[in-house]
Structure formats: C-alpha cells, structure tokens
Antibody, heavy 124, light 110 residues
Framework: QVHLQQWGAGLLKPSETLSLTCAVY????????WSWIRQPPGKGLEWIGE???????NYNPSLMGRVAISGDTSKNQFSLHLNFVTAADTAVYYC??????????????????WGRGTPVTVSS | QSVLTQPPSASGTPGQRVTISCSGS????????AYWYQQLPGTAPKLLIY???QRPSGVPDRFSGSKSGTSASLAISGLRSEDEAEYFC???????????FGGGTMLTVL
C-alpha cells in the first residue's frame, strides 16, 4: 500500500521560505506525477503544482514566480519551496501522488493517494 | 470561493441514499473528468471515484459517481455511520489552467 509521509516547518514569519518534503513508501516513484495541494483555514483546496515523470514542473498560475517543486528519485522524495510567504499562505499543505487513466492513448492524470497534511502558519 | 460548487452539508439516516452535487462550468467538468474524495477528520483524503464513475479497488459499490453536462454527482446508498465525513469533488480547468476543487460537503449520518 502506498504511503506518503510529509514534513517541514510549521511556523514561519512573513517573507520567509516555506519548505516541505514528502517521502513515498510502498510504490514506484518514477512512474507517477507528484503534486502539492493546500487548504487555507475555512476555505477550499488549492492546487499548488506538480512534478512529472520526466522531472518537468507545472504550477498554479496564481503562485507562479514564488513556487518551486523538485524531486529526488534516489530518495523517493519530492519537495515544495514557496518564497516570500505571507499570512495568506497559512494553510494545511498536502502532498499527493498522481496516477493516470489511459483513454485510448490519452492519459488523464488524477490524485489517487494523499499525505495526511502539514499545517503551516505564517505569523509575525 | 471554490471554482466548483458543492452544498456545504448533507445528511441522511442509516440505510438511506444520499446524493452530493458538484457544479462547474464548460472549462472544467463540462469538458473534463470529475473526481471525488472522502476525508475523515484528521486523515488524508481518500479517492472514491475517478473519471466520473470509476471506483478504485477497495471502494464499496455503495459509492457511485455520475456526470451530466457541467455537473457531477456522488451517490452513497445504504448509508452507514462510518460514511460520516467530508466529501469534495475535483476537476481540471483548462482556462486557468489548474486543478480546481469543490468547497467540500460535510455528510452527517443521523
């Protein structure tokens, strides 16, 4: 069974960098895409971005310029870095594996396993 | 506000059938698949339905999904106390472009 274990600093000051890591246990790392998703208090989920099987990254346009996702295939881990955080970045951050459905050769990716979430608070 | 619209709450008694709706637009559900997740308090979200109506192995057939136009629905039949959780929908939005989610529906089993 796939298990995602995530960790990182839970309390940051404004303008600092948020750094989280997600380790993958019980499954292949290189065969999937990997994403980060967050949920601010009292609000809905927001997709942050993904790293693909080939190491390419795609980000939510609303966070472009502040976000970077990287992967380490030797450790079966991937990481999130978000620069210049503000109170608006306070949220529970989830890592997730992306699997695909093959529809006549067209691949449709979706989140199939999630981590338990890491609460991050930005406060001066 | 969330791009996909869900009712904030739903309820039912054991054994009943409950339906949760997810309303989107032509740039997401209307032209892409819908997905459903269940989240019990303090746990990781769990995939219930993928590509509109497919169940991953291990998900009981009491859970079913459907899509019509720009809306999707999750139906839970034979409601059980352990179904009490938050349910949220997701889809890819081609206009943003980004994954978008519903605000979540808290299901209470009375």
């Amino acid at each position: 069974q796939v298990h995602l274990q995530q960790w990182g600093a839970g309390l940051l000051k404004p303008s600092e960098t948020l750094s989280l890591t997600c380790a993958v246990y019980g499954g292949s790392f290189s065969g999937y895409y990997w994403s980060w998703i967050r949920q601010p208090p009292g609000k809905g989920l927001e997709w942050i971005g993904e790293i693909t099987r080939s190491g390419n990254t795609n980000y939510n346009p609303s966070l472009m310029g502040r976000v970077a996702i990287s992967g380490d295939t030797s450790k079966n881990q991937f990481s999130l870095h978000l620069n210049f955080v503000t109170a608006a970045d306070t949220a529970v951050y989830y890592c997730a594996r992306m699997n695909y459905y093959d529809h006549y050769g067209s691949l449709h990716w979706y989140f199939d396993f999630w981590g338990r979430g890491t609460p991050v608070t930005v406060s001066s | 506000q969330s791009v996909l619209t869900q009712p904030p709450s739903a309820s039912g008694t054991p054994g009943q059938r409950v339906t949760i709706s997810c309303s989107g637009s032509s740039s997401n559900i209307g032209n892409n698949y819908a997905y459903w997740y269940q989240q019990l308090p303090g746990t990781a979200p769990k995939l219930l339905i993928y590509t509109n109506d497919q169940r991953p192995s291990g998900v009981p057939d009491r859970f079913s999904g459907s899509k019509s136009g720009t809306s999707a629905s999750l139906a839970i039949s034979g409601l059980r106390s352990e179904d009490e959780a938050e349910y949220f929908c997701a889809s890819w939005d081609v206009s943003l472009p980004s994954w978008v989610f519903g605000g979540g529906t808290m299901l209470t089993v009375l």
